[in-house]
């Protein structure tokens, strides 16, 4: 089996497609092994315990309540993903950079869905509907989604595949993202499938 550990911190519709096209036997080979989030009531993480998936989430805090640091943090997140024996790291609205020794560890082996295409909107102030909102802004006649390879600067990556929607005249952030995120859960399950057969 081809095992991916999901990465989520809202409320997990990209995850819904992957979990519907699973179950219904559209991704033959492949095995959602974990959810993870550093929300606890992240609606991603209580909609895959509902369906049956394990879901784990991981505080941003020690037991003794103070802070983790971004390394901390992400060595649990590695060390988790590594007892579940992932194979592919896929990111879901995941709202935290990921640090150079996570990235390290799992080369080639985290992807991510950007609600924008690359390289023209993104980076760090690129994120949810701040993305929507600069190509609005910006009076653009296409947007979409692009799906790449997660590595130590942020958007950076090698882009694995890139799909586009036309931006309407009457569009708002709210019009433009659920047309940008169509493409997602259609694509974002597809791309998947071809990394399992990579």
């Excluded at 993104?122 to 653009?140: D, I, N, P, R």
């Excluded at 600067?153 to 694995?160: A, N, P």
Aim: aromatic residues 8%.
């Amino acid at each position: 089996m081809f095992k991916i550990g999901v990465l989520v911190s809202t409320k997990g519709t990209d995850l819904q497609a992957i979990i519907d096209e699973i179950k219904s036997g559209k991704m033959p080979g492949i095995e959602l092994a974990v959810v993870l989030s550093n929300k606890k009531d992240c609606y991603a993480l209580a909609r895959a315990r509902a369906q049956g998936f394990k879901s784990i989430f991981v505080s941003p805090k020690n037991p003794d309540g103070t802070p983790r640091t971004r390394e901390e943090f992400d060595a649990e997140l590695a060390k988790i993903l590594k007892e579940h024996k992932v194979d592919l790291v896929v990111l879901v609205g995941y709202m935290r950079i990921l640090t150079p020794g996570f990235v390290r560890q799992f080369p080639k082996r985290i992807i991510n869905v950007h609600p924008a295409l690359i390289p023209k909107y993104c980076g760090e102030k690129f994120f949810g509907s701040s993305v929507h909102a600069a190509v609005l802004a910006a009076h653009e006649k296409t947007s979409g989604m692009t799906i790449h390879y997660v590595e130590e600067g942020v958007d950076t990556g090698e882009i694995i595949f890139q799909k586009t929607c036309p931006v309407l005249p009457d569009d708002t952030e709210d019009t433009l993202k659920e047309r940008v995120q169509a493409l997602e859960k259609q694509w974002y399950p597809e791309v998947i499938r071809r990394l399992s057969k990579a």
